[in-house]
């Protein structure tokens, strides 16, 4: 589709935004919005006519791209037939995405609760942890995100945390492996693990092996970084959890449904979880919908005990009419292997090629279309580019890298002292070098703030 200029009526739809939406994670008096008249594809398009080919994904989700014709069909067809319907029926679409879903989980993840996003999804993961193993803490990583609700809240590890803190929210955070900003002095990915895994042994014993209910972590680290854990790491944690009793949470709510170029990063490492989270790719956004994937000997804890938990939209048939088709086009269209090919075969090589350009870059770390840059002021020394969670003028380096990506026509994912490569996965190799050519634009502003 070719953007028709309208700046009068983005005027408006800018004004009214300005008066009324109240926007997550900001300053209301300090953004400014940009008013989007349309998107397709791998694109999304203002007012102004101007074009941008999206290496965010929306926010991570919109993996088939915008306006798929088959999915957008599949949501009018459901619409014609059954708008909604509550959650204690059997509806044919909620029971077919349930199905394909099933499918494609990991071992006898076979029990799918549908939640609206995956911030519920966390939520009822932990909840159903705790009341299977009838204890009360949850360890999670330092540097993860799991969502705004309260409770997925203090399970994240990033700052986003701080202001909801509660202290009391039964939560205990550890250390999980990042070679590259090491915790545990290693030198090798091998060392990487073994201490990373003997840090969280030791965190699970003194904590007390019998107050734990669960472990949750993304499966590849998504916002806070796209850090791939080493060869053993989760297995390592898998079999921590069968030796202490502790269900194994996977969130794959952002590395879920082909971003990997494995239909779950699961795959990648040969682990199944108790409980496997998921939202964004399931449906590429196009209605909101999440869910928990639930392991059998889970399920069966609540075969004749009521579970207390619920969503008045759970499963909603519009939301999984969406899911059903997208998981059909994503298996039609290859687009999981196409994340995968394009993922080995040109983002890998190019931006290892943009490291070797650029000083600004002092790490490049990922798989299929899930990759990270992380921006430096000295390769040798590896400070960021800007401090940790930086704002306002220390901010001023990555807010001239990402200004000048999107004067190139490429909208970036950029998170304190990273950019994220996170375009749709069926984007084309055409749309993919194109997108990495203005990245490497961009990446010599970023190199003017290198010592």
């Known amino acids: ?14 004004a ?20 989007v008249a349309g998107a397709e594809g791998s694109y999304f398009w203002d007012y102004d006519g101007r074009r941008y080919l999206d290496f965010s994904s929306g926010l991570v989700y919109t993996n088939v791209g915008y306006q798929h014709p088959k999915i957008v069909a599949a949501i009018q067809e459901q619409a014609a037939k ?20 099933a499918e494609r989980t990991p071992g006898d993840l076979d029990k799918i609760f549908f939640t609206n996003g995956g911030a519920d999804a966390v939520e009822h993961a932990v909840r159903m942890a705790r009341l299977h193993t009838g ?26 945390r701080w202001a909801s803190d509660s202290g009391t929210a039964g939560v205990v955070h550890f250390w999980a492996p990042y070679l590259y900003r090491s915790r545990f002095y290693a030198e090798t990915e091998e060392q990487e693990c073994a201490r990373a895994l003997e840090h969280l042994e030791t965190t699970i014993r003194f904590e007390g092996p019998s107050t734990v209910a669960a472990i949750i972590l993304e499966t590849i680290p998504g916002t806070a970084g796209i850090m791939v854990p080493p060869p053993g790491y989760l297995a390592g944690v898998r079999e921590l959890c069968d030796t202490y009793g502790i269900v194994f949470v996977l969130d794959e709510v952002m590395a879920g449904f082909g971003r990997t170029g494995e239909w779950f990063a699961a795959d990648l490492f040969g682990v199944t979880p108790d409980l496997l989270t998921f939202a964004k790719g399931v449906n590429s956004g196009y209605v909101p919908l999440g869910g928990v994937a639930i392991s059998g000997a889970i399920a069966e804890t609540f075969g004749k005990r009521p579970y207390p938990g619920g969503l008045t939209y759970s499963g909603h048939p519009l939301a ?5 088709a997208t998981i059909e086009v994503m298996a039609e269209e290859g687009v999981v292997e196409n994340a995968a090919r394009l993922g080995a075969d040109v983002v890998g090589p190019e931006l290892r090629a943009l490291a070797e350009r650029h000083p600004s870059v002092g790490e490049v770390r990922g798989t299929g279309m899930f990759w990270a ?26 807010a ?34 194109e997108g990495l050519a203005a990245l490497d634009a961009a990446l010599s502003v970023a190199d003017e703030h290198t010592r």
């Open 373 to 398: 840059l992380e921006l430096v002021r000295d390769r040798e020394t590896r400070e960021p580019l800007v401090p940790y969670n930086a704002a306002g003028e220390a901010n001023a380096p990555m």
């Open 82 to 101: 059954m708008t909604t319907f509550a959650p204690a029926f059997a509806i044919e679409a909620r029971s077919e995405a349930a199905r394909l879903i």
């Open 16 to 35: 009214a935004d300005r008066d009324h939406v109240f926007h997550s994670w900001s300053a209301q008096e300090l953004i400014d919005p940009l008013a």
């Open 400 to 433: 001239a890298f990402a200004a000048a990506a999107k004067k190139g026509g490429l909208w970036p994912f950029v998170n304190m002292n990273r950019t994220h490569v996170v375009p749709p996965c069926n984007i084309s190799e055409a749309e993919l070098k």
């Open 135 to 160: 204890r009360p803490k949850v360890l999670s990583a330092y540097r993860s995100y799991h969502g705004g609700t309260q409770q997925a809240v203090n399970i994240t590890g990033d700052p986003r």
């Open 1 to 14: 589709m070719t953007p028709q200029p309208n700046p009068e009526a983005g005027a408006a739809v800018k």
């Open 320 to 324: 999984c009419a969406a899911a059903v």
